[in-house]
């Protein structure tokens, strides 16, 4: 047992790795203390984090935050809502109308830490690699706004035949990125033929939190996602591809989108067409904290995601990158008054800024807690000090008190 006193305060070294209980992991855990920590019942404990230590182990693409849905054809979509009740001439297994050959492609990323471009590229190569498997079990078709005049030339021109009396072309949607520094923005354009026209359009979906923020897209607040009864296209972030044939509409202007300078089929830019734009600034650090909360202590904190009391006794912003470790000593350190209660175990619970708990890959961490005691009804175990107190510690510094002492002689006349 140890007891504290005023002038014996003490620190519990607390390692992960030293956890007890079957199905801990490094993100939730109990420390089982040997010598349980008390105080005499007229006065209080408070446990105050001194440091910690943390490794940046946790991925950017993780088991949560992995998978992307793609999908083309759709009625739902602005542009091609107004042609998808035309009938289709060759048709496939019984498919009439153009509303019949909407696709839904999913795809998986690998799990890790990327850069935005190294991010792109992992999107670009899945995306291609899931629509070919799909391509393979039923072609993608891509249709033309008519079966001739001027939009029907327009979309053959926008697809690179140099003729052609069909109303709609076949072609596997392949992706090509750009990342713009200087915006910090990405752009994720269709490569293929079909992807060049206007109903060429597809959406790119997630309900990746991390993800839509790496990719700059429109998001909804944290405490919105946590919020019951929403249905999956709030908590879902959904962008519909813009092309160039569209400049007037969506609030576009005539010569970029998003900051983004629109590229058409006259130009000597390849990348026109359908493409997804980062409405904000890329981020794939967006939820980069670790909170620390120790569970069975009382309240100490407000969250402002879950509205209410918590038990945060720090927040440990990772500085460094992936791969490496944070050590953190906070200069203002978060404080628990824990009462006179007997403190025989920790419960401690890691987790990112929305409260999910942290997947640390099995990498371990390690803090400290100081307890101190106080006299209840005091901030200190010491009186407040009195009025003339600062006035009588100014009057005993050694200057004051040595003044004369401290005075430089003067030098003697010469010829004396």
């Keep these: 047992m140890v007891k504290l006193s005023l002038d014996r305060p003490y620190t519990v070294h607390a390692r992960s790795m030293d956890r007890s209980g079957d199905g801990s992991t490094p993100s939730r855990y109990k420390l089982i203390l040997r010598d349980p920590i008390r105080c005499d019942d007229d006065k209080y404990m408070v446990a105050t984090l001194v440091s910690a ?4 182990s946790f991925y950017l693409v993780d088991a949560r935050n992995r998978t992307l849905t793609l999908r083309f054809n759709q ?3 602005p542009e091609y809502a107004k042609y998808a009740d035309i009938a289709v001439t060759a048709a496939l297994s019984g498919k009439t109308t153009r509303a ?3 696709r839904t492609v999913n795809v998986t990323l690998k799990q890790g830490n990327y850069s935005i471009e190294e991010l792109m590229a992992e999107i670009k190569t ?12 039923e072609a993608f078709r891509t249709f033309k706004r008519s079966a001739s005049g001027t939009l029907f030339d327009e979309d053959t021109s926008d697809a690179g035949e140099a003729s052609s009396t069909t109303a709609h072309v076949v072609s596997q949607p392949a992706f090509g990125f750009t990342y713009d520094k200087a915006l910090n923005k990405m752009r994720l354009h269709r490569t293929d033929s079909g992807g060049k026209m206007l109903l060429g359009q597809f959406q790119l979906r997630t309900n990746s939190t991390k993800l839509i923020h790496a990719l700059g897209f429109t998001h909804v607040t944290a405490l919105t996602l946590k919020q019951l009864g929403l249905s999956s296209s709030v908590r879902t ?6 092309h160039y044939r569209m400049v007037g509409s969506s609030g576009s202007t005539e010569t970029e989108y998003n900051g983004f300078e629109i590229a058409t ?4 830019d390849t990348s026109y067409g359908n493409a997804v734009y980062s409405a904000n600034c890329v981020n794939v650090y967006a939820n980069d904290s670790v909170f620390l909360h120790i569970v069975n202590f009382p309240a100490n904190a ?5 509205q209410a009391s918590s038990t945060v006794l720090g927040v440990i912003p990772m500085y460094a990158g992936a791969g490496s470790e944070t050590f953190h000593a906070p200069s203002e350190p978060t404080s628990c008054n824990i009462g006179s209660m007997l403190v025989s175990e920790i419960d401690v619970r890691l987790t990112d800024a929305e409260g999910l708990e942290i997947d640390f890959q099995g990498l371990e961490h390690e803090f400290q807690l100081r307890f101190q005691v106080y006299e209840k009804g005091t901030g200190a175990h010491f009186r407040p000090p009195d009025t003339s107190f600062r006035e009588r510690n100014a009057a005993h510094q050694f200057a004051n008190v040595h003044a004369a002492a401290m005075e430089r002689a003067a030098a003697p006349r010469r010829g004396f």
Aim: aromatic residues 10%; hydrophobic residues 40%.
């Design 237 to 242: 972030s959904d962008t519909i591809s813009w």
């Design 100 to 102: 019949d050959y909407a």
């Design 53 to 56: 230590t943390v490794p940046s």
């Design 126 to 137: 899945k995306c291609n690699a899931a629509c070919a498997t799909a391509h393979a079990s």
């Design 265 to 268: 089929a006259s130009t000597t």
């Design 302 to 306: 407000f969250t402002t995601l879950a």
């Design 75 to 77: 009625p739902d979509f």
